[in-house]
């Protein structure tokens, strides 16, 4: 791995990979000696580092106090802000600490005053917890849900979107980047345009973007975007981070139910919001998982994010070619840009049942089923499907596994 003292540009210029890079990238994560973990859009094997700051700190904790432990971090947890910040090319005011996307997700929604009649234009291919949030809203304040057409392709079309910023003048624009499953990359970008030319705020939510994507937020024009450590940034569970726009912190947008972290109640029996993303953080936090964090987000820019994004997508298509070898193997892929994310039906099997007997045989992959999806599924013409993500730390060895595994499973 390169130093911590290696730009971005002086990573990206080795843009090949060799097999010396993915060996030092296995021996750093130790759950690849025991698992072919294909499962990085569920969550990610953390290298050695990230657990080792993540146990120091706790270790911290129990030796001298949690508060005394978090006044000795303070400087690490600085870094935290930085490394994180550059991670999605942005300063370290715009970068709030929360305990996941759906939480960063939910206290951005919570900055807008919903009234009566306002409407949230959004695709068919929400991640289903913004989704309920959005129904919740629908429920209790009388919000509108409004979708916007998709490309032949798949994926949102921005001229849709557009057309529907005119006719219903939304209260915001909600894209979700690259959808849970079925290997779609939305046009975050080109909807960011229309958004802007219309005045209209815009979230998006970056789950699993980040540390899959090489990713420029000012190029998308959003005013959030809300995105997780656990996934393919490699980070430990339970941490996430929202990126908050100059603009939004400019028109002092601040979440809903904003606490001491975010504001100080002044003599007058109001309150003042801080300056910078902050504000959306509340007081308590797990300091060891954020520093984690940290400690992911500089792997990754020390690995190289646009290399280890091809190799991750090249790995990708492999599963699919493969896969597509395999009698009763159907792809469910959607979109003309494809992720890291491979979708598939297998010969009318129940895919949880499928996930199990993968893991007896040391694949982890996940599932997906009606039960707890059915609007997506139905519009992929899916009982259930079996997701294969895999990253830049995975070889062949693993999509061995996988092929020989599903094949003899699904023999006749």
């Known amino acids: 791995m390169t130093g911590p003292g290696t730009s971005r540009d002086q990573v990206a210029r080795r843009d090949t990979i060799d097999d010396a890079d993915v060996a030092r990238w296995r021996g750093d994560t130790p759950g690849t000696q025991r698992r072919h973990h294909l499962n990085n859009a569920g969550a990610a094997l953390s290298p050695r580092v990230v657990t080792d700051v993540v146990r120091a700190h706790l270790d911290l904790e129990a030796t001298i106090g949690g508060y005394e432990a978090a006044a000795a971090a303070r400087g690490a947890m600085e870094e935290?802000?930085?490394?994180?910040?550059?991670?999605?090319?942005?300063?370290?005011?715009n970068i709030a600490v929360t305990s996941s996307a759906t939480a960063a997700y939910a206290q951005a929604l919570s900055a807008f005053d919903f009234a009566p009649g306002d409407a949230i234009v959004t695709t068919s291919a929400d991640y289903l917890s913004?989704?309920?949030?959005?129904?919740?809203?629908?429920?209790?304040?009388?919000?509108?849900?409004?979708?916007?057409?998709?490309l032949p392709e798949g994926g949102v079309d921005p001229v849709s979107v557009a057309e529907q910023v005119r006719a219903v003048r939304p209260r915001l624009v909600a894209v979700t980047w690259v959808p849970t499953f079925g290997g779609l990359v939305q046009r975050v970008e080109e909807v960011?345009?229309?958004c802007a030319e219309a005045g209209v705020p815009y979230v998006v939510d970056g789950c699993q973007a980040v540390g899959q994507?090489?990713?420029?937020?000012?190029?998308?024009?959003?005013?959030?975007?809300?995105?997780?450590?656990?996934?393919?940034?490699?980070?430990?569970r339970g941490i996430g981070f929202l990126y908050v726009s100059d603009a939004a912190l400019a028109r002092g947008m601040h979440p809903l139910l904003v606490d001491m972290r975010g504001a100080t109640w002044t003599a007058a029996g109001g309150y003042a919001t801080y300056e910078g993303a902050r504000r959306f953080e509340q007081w308590e936090q797990p300091y060891a998982l954020a520093l984690g964090m940290g400690a992911a987000a500089r792997y990754a820019l020390d690995a190289g994010i646009a290399r280890i994004s091809a190799r991750a997508h090249a790995l990708a298509a492999d599963v699919r070619r493969r896969l597509a070898r395999i009698p009763g193997v159907r792809s469910l892929e959607r979109g003309g840009r494809l992720?890291?994310?491979a979708a598939f039906e297998c010969d009318g099997r129940d895919a949880a049942t499928l996930v199990t007997a993968l893991r007896e045989h040391g694949v982890n992959v996940s599932s997906q089923s009606r039960d707890e999806n059915v609007v997506s599924l139905e519009r992929l013409g899916a009982r259930s499907l079996l997701r294969v993500s895999p990253h830049y730390y995975n070889d062949a060895g693993d999509l061995d596994a996988l092929e020989s595994a599903l094949r003899e499973l699904l023999r006749p």
Not at 80 to 88: E, G, I, N
Request: proline share 3%; with cysteine.
């Open 339 to 341: 992720s890291a994310i």
């Open 130 to 150: 913004n989704r309920i949030m959005f129904e919740s809203l629908a429920t209790r304040r009388g919000v509108r849900i409004v979708e916007a057409a998709e």
């Open 213 to 236: 994507l090489d990713i420029d937020v000012a190029a998308t024009r959003c005013d959030f975007l809300a995105a997780t450590a656990r996934k393919f940034l490699r980070g430990p």
């Open 192 to 194: 960011g345009d229309v």
């Open 80 to 93: 935290c802000y930085r490394t994180v910040a550059a991670l999605v090319r942005t300063a370290p005011r």
